[in-house]
């Protein structure tokens, strides 16, 4: 799921798309073929601004299922 805004009406809208895409998707609302990709804060808040990646705690690590 990614963010874009229209460069032609300004609206905001969200998209799933391939990661692999190069190509941004029509404006639902003007159908403008100027989209552009922007960071959408879910982005932000899951990073935390911490750096890196945490690991859970209590839940058994990578591939580990916690559980004895």
């Known amino acids: 799921m990614y963010e874009y805004r229209c460069r ?3 609206l905001v809208f969200e998209e ?3 990661s692999a895409s190069l190509n941004t998707p ?3 609302k003007c159908k403008g073929d100027q989209t552009e990709k922007i960071l ?3 982005s932000g808040i899951v990073s935390g601004g911490s750096g890196g990646a ?3 705690q209590g839940h058994g ?4 299922s916690g559980f004895s």
């Open 8 to 10: 032609q009406c300004n």
């Open 16 to 18: 799933l798309v391939s």
């Open 26 to 28: 029509p404006c639902p």
């Open 40 to 42: 959408s804060s879910f």
């Open 54 to 56: 945490q690991p859970m």
């Open 61 to 64: 690590g990578c591939g580990g």
